[in-house]
């Protein structure tokens, strides 16, 4: 059975930054959730950061920095949250991510632009591009279309 990675905050987790969930209601989610395809993973808590947390952005990408509102520098637990991430990808055998868009670890085609003052750019979050990097497709919630396409091509591979 294919398996998805998913942001846990999608699942009802209280991982966010400010200790709150993004609930994603939606009738496939629950459905993959009964059919055993969803393995739920917050790579900031993974990483070390406690909950909540202070908002952090990503500040330059070559090399990566991130950087939270009180200017402490986060980026190796961003990374280490990146590296877990695709570790357990791996170790489930997951064909591709589902995450939280905009976030600067699980966004997967813009993020804030490191001033804090609600600017996107475009780039994927730490996790989401390490992700990426390793050839797992990630898909963020707006793109559960292309999401329900690709897996219906992977059980076909299997069939
Ligand atoms: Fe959700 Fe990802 Fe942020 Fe964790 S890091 S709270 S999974 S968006």
Same mark, same amino acid.
Do not use: C, N
């Given at each position: 059975m294919k +398996?998805? %990675? /998913?942001s846990a905050c999608? !699942?009802?987790? +209280?991982?966010?930054? *400010?200790?709150? *969930?993004? %609930? !994603?209601e939606h009738p496939l989610i629950q459905q993959w959730k009964e059919e055993g395809h969803i393995v739920p993973f917050c790579p900031e808590v993974a990483?070390? %950061? $406690?909950? $909540?947390?202070? $908002?952090?952005?990503?500040?330059?990408?070559? $090399?990566? /920095?991130?950087v939270n509102l009180i200017g402490e520098d986060v980026t190796p637990q961003f990374l280490q949250g990146a590296e877990l991430a695709v570790e357990k990808a791996k170790e489930v055998g997951a064909c591709c991510a589902l995450l939280k868009s905009r976030s600067p670890s699980c966004g997967n085609r813009e993020t804030y632009n490191g001033n804090f003052d609600g600017t996107l750019v475009p780039g994927s979050g730490v996790t989401a591009a390490e992700l990426q990097r390793h050839g797992i497709p990630v898909f963020n919630e707006r793109e559960l279309d292309q999401l329900v396409e690709f897996m219906t091509m992977q059980e076909a591979d299997v069939a």
């Open positions: +398996k998805i %990675l /998913m999608f !699942l009802g987790q +209280k991982v966010r930054y *400010d200790g709150q *969930d993004s %609930l !994603l990483g070390g %950061l $406690p909950t $909540p947390r202070h $908002p952090a952005e990503i500040t330059t990408r070559h $090399p990566v /920095m991130v």
